[in-house]
């Protein structure tokens, strides 16, 4: 059954974004968030895009998953253009969004419920997925009784359940403390290296990014461009030990000068000089409610 789930190696998951603009229209003015992007995922690769907040990463992700239309630009997955949401694009977002009165098991279900899948094959694939997830345990639980990493490995099983042909997930682990988050992208290479389906993530930790793709692209502040594109040569399977060698921190430098000068436009007139040395001033032995 487990073979069932696996999406076919090779050929399907090509997604393709090209000269693609978004534009929100709000009652003050019209905001342009992504401007002029092209990306493209190949079949059975992992890319993340990083960028600084605001800068258009979750519309981007948005338009490929459907829920979104362009202003301008075309999004297709396979060659097909993308017109609204669809089971062959799985979706993860950073809050979870699992049903609380199902158990984990009938979360995953549900969308093979949906497809009308009968229910011994649905319980045998969602089995299968939480096996892989080291979720088995856990599969009678309601939500309420998970922890935030078990709640989010839950939502990543769900997407997967109904053999999407990409998996796009939007800062999944971002409201995770920084230990879970670790395991967390240990399992979540480990699954993808066992399903090598399309992965589009999106995420501001650079580490994260670096640990898990194939490719990163990096964003400008809004509106948001692409302003680099940078291969990770290091071999699969990822360990946590190789975020100490010297390849990974060489890449985590170059995308840390890359990120810091788009965040510090981002911010803009917030920072200056002063706000970002604020660490060193010296207070001559006064404590600082003294100073202020
Ligand atoms: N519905 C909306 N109406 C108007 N403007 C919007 C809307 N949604 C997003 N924006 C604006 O578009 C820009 C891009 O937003 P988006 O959420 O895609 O950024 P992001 O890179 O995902 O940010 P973050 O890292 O904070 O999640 C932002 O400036 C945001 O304020
Ligand atoms: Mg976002």
């Known amino acids: 059954m487990s073979e069932q789930l696996v999406p076919p190696a090779g050929g399907k998951g090509r997604i393709e974004v090209a000269d693609f603009s978004l534009s929100y229209d709000t009652v003050e003015a019209s905001v342009e968030a992504v401007m002029d992007v092209s990306i493209n995922v190949n079949p059975g690769e ?3 895009i990083i960028g ?3 800068c258009g990463k979750s519309t981007l992700l948005n338009a490929v998953a459907g829920f979104l239309k362009p202003t301008s630009g075309r999004v297709t997955v396979d060659g ?4 609204g949401p669809n089971a062959d694009r799985g979706m993860v977002f950073q809050q979870y969004s699992l049903f609380p009165w199902k158990t984990v098991r009938e979360n995953v279900e549900f969308g093979l419920k949906m497809k009308g899948i009968d ?7 969602a089995r299968t997925l ?6 088995l345990g856990f ?6 009784r998970l922890s935030g990493g078990m709640k989010q490995r839950v939502g990543i099983v769900r997407a997967l359940a109904t053999g999407p042909k990409v998996l796009l997930l939007d800062e999944p682990f971002g409201a995770l403390d920084a230990q879970t988050r670790v395991i967390m992208q240990q399992i979540l290479t480990n699954m993808w290296q066992r399903l090598r389906i399309s992965v589009l993530f999106v995420t501001h930790d650079i580490d994260e990014a670096i640990f898990l793709s194939d490719r990163v692209y990096c964003m400008t502040a809004r509106p948001g461009t692409i302003k680099a594109e940078i291969a990770i040569p290091l071999e699969r399977p990822r360990q946590p030990s190789m975020m100490m060698s010297s390849e990974f921190l060489a890449l ?3 995308l840390m000068s890359l990120i810091r000068e788009e965040s510090l436009k981002a911010i803009g007139g917030e920072v200056n000089d002063i706000a970002l040395q604020g660490l060193s001033v010296d207070l001559h032995g006064h404590s600082l409610a003294e100073v202020i």
């Open 46 to 48: 992992f890319v993340s």
């Open 52 to 54: 600084p907040s605001g």
């Open 80 to 83: 097909e253009a993308v017109e």
């Open 119 to 125: 229910r011994h094959k649905r319980e045998s694939a």
């Open 130 to 135: 939480l096996g892989l997830a080291g979720l």
């Open 139 to 144: 599969e009678n639980h309601y939500p309420e």
């Open 252 to 254: 985590r430098r170059g």
